[in-house]
């Protein structure tokens, strides 16, 4: 099931309202930083963001760096300097993912039994930092 599915699915399930849709075509840095200032010049902007890997990260950073109110960040994987930085992420132990790749590998090459889809879930932990624990906007009118 192609990413965008995934999300709108789990999204529903979670029974979340979402003003704005998942982004497509932000699979590099540069990319993932346009759309990014695009959602913020959105009434009204988002107050946060989920990003699906690192390079999509580093482009939301570099796109928030610098903006009077951010929107909370969470990213997926963790990035290089994550922790300077103050980027929150789930993260996940890629050696165990890579173990599974490998096993799953295997044994459609040489298994008894050819399966076409196998589902692992592989463990997470979601590493808390600054750029998830916004405040809430300041009311400007009172």
Same mark, same amino acid.
């Given at each position: 099931?192609?990413?965008?599915?995934?999300?709108?699915?789990?999204?529903?399930?979670?029974?979340?309202?979402?003003?704005?849709?998942?982004?497509?075509?932000?699979?590099?840095?540069?990319?993932?930083?346009?759309?990014?200032?695009?959602?913020?010049?959105?009434?009204?902007?988002?107050?946060?963001?989920?990003?699906?890997?690192?390079?999509? $990260?580093?482009?939301? *950073? !570099?796109?928030?760096?610098?903006? +009077?109110? =951010?929107?909370?960040?969470? %990213?997926?994987?963790?990035?290089?300097?994550?922790?300077?930085?103050?980027?929150?992420?789930?993260?996940?132990?890629?050696?165990?993912?890579?173990?599974?790749?490998?096993?799953?590998?295997?044994?459609?090459?040489?298994?008894?039994?050819?399966?076409?889809?196998?589902?692992?879930?592989?463990? $997470?932990?979601?590493? *808390? !930092?600054?750029?998830?624990?916004? +405040?809430? =906007?300041?009311?400007?009118? %009172?």
């Amino acid at each position: 099931m192609p990413e965008r599915h995934r999300v709108r699915h789990a999204t529903a399930d979670l029974n979340l309202r979402r003003r704005h849709q998942p982004l497509e075509n932000a699979h590099d840095v540069a990319a993932a930083e346009r759309a990014v200032r695009e959602l913020l010049d959105r009434t009204p902007a988002p107050t946060a963001l989920f990003t699906m890997n690192n390079r999509i $990260t580093t482009g939301a *950073v !570099r796109a928030l760096r610098g903006h +009077p109110s =951010p929107p909370v960040l969470i %990213g997926f994987d963790e990035l290089d300097l994550g922790d300077f930085l103050g980027v929150s992420v789930i993260t996940h132990d890629p050696e165990e993912m890579g173990r599974w790749a490998a096993q799953l590998l295997l044994d459609q090459l040489f298994g008894d039994v050819y399966e076409s889809a196998r589902h692992v879930v592989l463990s $997470t932990r979601l590493l *808390v !930092r600054d750029s998830s624990e916004r +405040p809430p =906007p300041r009311d400007i009118g %009172g």
